[in-house]
């Protein structure tokens, strides 16, 4: 099975790319993704009309500087593509210290720490760097180079669907364009692509499964405005980001605040981690802003460990490969299986004995020796299956009724259901 | 009227009794409550089919012990009936002291202490003794004698009914199954008892009351079965068990969870016990189970103080003439009147002066000098009445809302109704 | 703008004038109150039927005073009309010390304190004392002079009504038939006579405000008999009492529980006092007791400071000047111009982008540099009211789900609004 390191390592390999919400860097991430699953790619053309928006210029870039009066190198590219403002405009001057500090963004409270910042609709250029060595700065002339471009070209993302036997699908959506950063967001990536290969690995799946790999916000934009028919199909969905801290898990519930999701992750994490936060919908964070959205409100979650903006690593080289650990990858990727074992099992029971409980003790499902306290779990999880299964109850209104893991009542309504003591309803 | 002494000193007079499921113990028990009020007996027959479950063979027991190798009894049924597994079949042999432990139970945290065991539904022999004894036993043949019998007969069990003005009943069902146990459960048998005597004595009742002295499990499901057609008569109903300890009071809600009879309960021991505990339904317990199977979905909720299994004398022979006390019997009894009081009068009434306050002070029922802080307590309950006399609120809703007790909005209804105030719905 | 000052310094002109619930007392009060604003005076003939009760005769003192054994007065109306208990008969004897005592109140756990009391249906005459110069009194004749009249004539009260571009009204409502006291109730007397000053000022009024100056409970009984057919029009409402203290400010929910009025003043205050408290209606306090009766259920909350009956100056002469302040009234007069603003401003707004977010960076609604926590507040009530704004959700509902402020959500309105992002429905 997939193990933590197998995640991390994917992440190794993803984690120098210069990504952008356009460019090579999307494309050759999605290319070391298809080592893994055979993930469709698609291309955006410039100017595409996505409702209120378009699909901006692509934007490459080979290679930035900033040289001091001395002619050093002090800020490259090369060494880290958190040095450029994402979406810089090509440049190429020498430019004296105060006019460049306008076009220099550091962390105050970070000297250490280079932070990420871009400028996608705003046509600017600049450099990001550690707060110490701008405070270092000397007067003088400075070469400045940014050997970008950005120009006609297309939007890149990847889309990989697992067909089960039903059309109603489950989205697993994450974003692909932020550069050297590991928690936000390679996490999510590489976590939905182990996901992704074990579910094609299986043939027994009711729902399918749709896997999306974008450019944030513009990325589900796109994809929306280009898929508004497959919605309806839509009845379960996870974005994922921030999945490989070390912190707690958060899930940030749907818009709609009551979907099956949100009470299935809900309740998962409720037996897994003690510390988890659920917290309501709000209009900040990732794609799912766009999924619940007012005109579209898709019962899609945001799952996370520490929240975005919560950490003082967010956003800044800090975020790096030793920031995720194998073994919080490992928990997310394992939580996920339970979360589409909740998903895949969840269904109705009718009780063929709704009169008076059934004698569980001569089909060898109780115990014999009466006067003891309850004992196993799943025995306590058949009668509540058998007390609550009216047709009006799921098991997962069982589970959160009875506080019994899902796999507990799944166990015992397959137990039960071999009896013929409650069977499926449709 | 009736007094813990009374309700303590028939327990004494059950005590010694060996009931089971089935048996002359329990005749015998049923004809010591027929002292207090004529219960009609039920003689169910062998083999007749409950629902799912069949009535089983008749248990009965003469004799049983175990002789130490140098031939002296060091367990004796006649000692205390707790000694023999109930149900356990006729057994006369001499066993190797490894073959007979394969039939003892001890409980082994509690090394003093006899322990309750039942074989009901798998044929079995055994005895039950105190860890400390059972730890002491030596090697060598061991004479055991069984002198019970398992046959063909009758399930029995107690009904009374007191009649109210209306068909509508209110179900008082208590187990009567367990041998030498006072608290589990001769203290429900006994408070059950003589609220049945206190509601006989009197003519004013609107409800019918309905007790059952059963044998837990298969009893009421015996009972339902025979009685299908009554139990749309059912409007409130209470499980009694446990009810004689020192602990604070528990409620066990109904599977519905916001019947009537959970809202008058919880309401009385809000005013009460301010320790008491309030616990949703969950399918294990006593004769609830059955009450609140699906198919019915009877208001039913069980009334206990000590949970069931949460102390440590339940089911063992600790559970004796000195864990129930009078006084603790008295409360219970007091609870249950104040509970029978609620529901023989809550209604709505109709304010006859929806428009503005109606001047109580020409009518005397508010005091005269103006400025000071409000008063008596059934002064502010008659204001909530008025306020709330509208057709949706009953006088438990008002009790509820404005924290009043019962008795008290009980008596402000009647002085506002003396004077036309406000007049009962329907 | 209205400050503090100015409200205390009204306050201090009312103070001295004798009111009760007839008389001149509140004819000169209300004269006072029309240098603000042109209250309109009503005057309703004794014997008036309204609903259960009917208008008292009017009362009026000249004089009052008790003057001991040797000749000196020692209780004297002329020096705190709270001397004299209210509505007390006309009086001339000379009596013995015990007979006096029964006429006599006093507050033993405030000795030096005169009360405040009152016997308007009750025939009786009475003084109102220090209970230190109670005790100290000695034995002898005393001369007793309450020089009153009680005869028909007339119940007197002010209503002022700002006419808004609706018909819908906001009752604000206010007694003025307390004698020398601050708190109660003069703070609400002017805090509600400087805001209609305010709204009268406006000309850009949704609603209208009607403002009734009024004797407790038989002023609003009177009033609501004499305007039953204006009652559908009231759509908000607020019984002011009590508004000068330094407590924290506590407002009691209408009879509803979840009329907009009261969610309204919650949002506002939860956002100025973290000490405010909500409690729920209960039939006991101020005139809200007559609107919200349940034949009219009117959505009319109460907004105090301290509650009535739980600090010790509370009906006593020492409610007196010092113990409203200047601060205080201010800020309740601006939490009523906060509060008058939302129930002005709050309506449903559309969408017109409901699918996906809007390019707010495009329209310079957005922060230009991508990657930084998110910035101004607006920035996010502009998130929140694009995400809620489907037809559904008020701006009230936003600000709440949101903890956005109301006057930030407006702004965020009125932004998106000028660029045609939403559009108010109807």
Known sequence: MTGGPQIHSIIRKLYPLCRSITGNGVRESLSII???IPVNIHEIPTGTKAFDWSVPREWNIRDAFIKDPRGQKVVDFKKSNLHV???????????ALDQLKEHL????EQPEWVPYRTSYYNENWGFCLPH?????LEDG?????????????????GEFLVRGALEDEVLISTHICHPSMCNDNLSGVATAAYLAKHLAGRNDLRYSYRFLFIPGTIGSIAWLSLNEEKLPRVKYGLVLAGVGDQGSFTYKKSRRGDAEIDRVVINCLGHLDKNFRAMDFEPTGYDERQY???????????LMRSVHGSYPEYHT???????VTASSLEETFYLLLEITHAIEKNRKYVSQNPKCEPQLGRRGLYRKTGGEKMGKNDELAMLWLLNLSDGRHSLLDISE?????????IRAAEALSGQNLITPQN
Do not use: N, W
């Open 34 to 36: 298809k080592e893994l």
């Open 85 to 95: 403002l994402g979406y810089s405009v090509p440049f190429s001057a020498t430019v």
């Open 105 to 108: 963004f550091t962390i105050p």
């Open 132 to 136: 110490r060595q701008f405070e270092a």
């Open 141 to 157: 002339p400075y070469e400045v180079l940014i050997d970008s471009s950005l120009e006609d070209g297309h939007l890149t993302f």
């Open 292 to 302: 619940c959205c007012p005109g579209f409100d898709l019962p899609v979650g945001c």
């Open 317 to 323: 080289s800090a975020d790096d490969l030793d920031f």
């Open 401 to 409: 009724r009875s506080g019994q893991k899902m796999d507990s009542v």
